[in-house]
């Protein structure tokens, strides 16, 4: 079970590689507005600080960002993490180079969005593909979209809105795929713009998965238990709460860790969600997605099977009517192959020129 999502994952990199996609295949994908706390809450599944962060929409290509887990480091100490816990990300676009500082992978980020989206806050649906290999991760595989916005800022096009929600159907609309609906529980649920995309193509709510943020800045005297408890849009698979860092800890600099030491004291002292531990944290958040996503990849290995082996079929057929090949054969066999197809062009060429068509 354990080796199934970095399977999907190299699935993925093929299809990734050559610029098509042909299968759906299973995936976590993150949706949300744009002030929801997407790029927090995966950053805190990661335990490190690497998206890239200013005003306005600061994710303008879909990540694409598979995790894989070197080994047990939950319970390791920030000591033993400095000395002991290798930590570094791959790009697909960068084989073979690995980077170890993690503000560099943001940089790449911010160029490799730049190469093909410009610095005007355009967009763009080609997908960023990033490798990040931890102890302290569980194997995920986790799409980051941008954040759906309503205005368009500087020289952002008019339609920016229509462009974001276009790109979030094409992945959300992915029968195979999980949505992560984002939403910040300081605000009325009812107005999340997370659930709302995620309900327009999964209206019965039995493959998306709510996450409520700023859960620890809602009203005095308010909670969120009712959410928690599937009792105001009910979803298949439920809501659990996380509390990210604040702008204020973010500016200090205050490592993601130790923010998910504060996370934890704040859910276990509080006199509501102290009794629903289960449904509240980062930890559990990451352990209940690993665990979806390995049994959803389960229930489509075998049409994701089938689907490949007819590709292989198709392929095979093809290769097989180009006739044999000319790698093992000598010289003058490929001069001679080389002649008859450029003599087979010229022919049709000048078929062509004559209005005779092609033979």
């Given amino acids: 079970m354990d080796q199934l999502i970095p399977v999907v994952n190299k699935l993925q990199d093929v299809f990734s590689a050559i610029g098509k996609q042909t299968l759906d295949l299973p995936q976590i994908t993150v949706v949300g507005s744009q002030s929801a706390g997407k790029s ?28 894989y887990c070197t080994g047990s480091g939950e319970t390791a100490t920030e000591e033993q993490h400095d000395t002991n816990g ?37 967009i763009s649906n080609k997908s960023i593909n990033l490798k990040i290999f931890s102890p302290y991760v569980l194997n995920l595989t986790l799409v980051d979209l941008p954040g759906i916005t309503k205005v368009p800022t500087g020289d952002q096009p008019e339609d920016v809105e229509q462009q974001i929600l276009s790109m979030c159907l094409e992945f959300i609309s992915n029968p195979n795929a999980i949505i992560l609906a984002v939403s910040a529980a300081n ?26 943020t700023k859960v620890d800045i809602m009203d005095h005297g308010t909670d969120c238990t009712d959410v928690l408890n599937n009792q105001v ?52 958040l990451a352990r209940t997605l690993n665990q979806m996503l390995m049994h959803h990849i389960r229930d489509c290995l075998p049409e994701i099977k089938a689907r490949i082996n007819k590709m292989l079929h198709d392929v095979s057929f093809k290769l097989a009517s180009l006739g044999e090949s000319l790698d093992d054969q000598g ?7 080389l002649l008859k197809i450029v003599a087979h062009f010229a022919n049709n060429f000048s078929n062509k020129v004559d209005g005779k068509g092609s033979s």
């Avoid at 927090?40 to 306005?56: A, C, H, N, Q």
């Avoid at 791959?90 to 180079?97: A, D, K, V, W």
């Fill in 40 to 67: 927090s809450v995966l950053e805190t599944i990661v335990g490190r600080d690497f998206l890239p962060r200013g005003s306005g929409i600061c994710t303008r290509r879909p990540l694409v960002l598979q995790l």
């Fill in 86 to 122: 290798e930590e570094w990300g791959e790009f697909l676009h960068l084989p073979g180079q690995k980077f170890y500082d993690f503000s560099e992978i943001r940089a790449e980020i911010e160029r490799e969005t730049e190469r093909l989206s410009g610095k005007n806050k355009g």
């Fill in 187 to 212: 605000q009325d649920l009812v107005n999340s713009e997370g659930i709302k995309l995620a309900r327009s193509v999964d209206p019965d709510g039995l493959r998306t998965i709510g996450v409520l």
């Fill in 233 to 284: 849009i009910p979803l298949r698979r439920g809501y659990i709460a996380v509390v990210n860092r604040s702008q204020k800890d973010i500016m200090e600099n205050l490592p993601i860790r130790t923010g998910l030491v504060k996370e934890s004291k704040f859910f276990q002292t509080h006199p509501k969600y102290r009794n629903m531990l289960a449904k509240c944290g980062t930890a559990n």
């Fill in 331 to 337: 010289t003058s066999a490929k001069s001679a192959a």
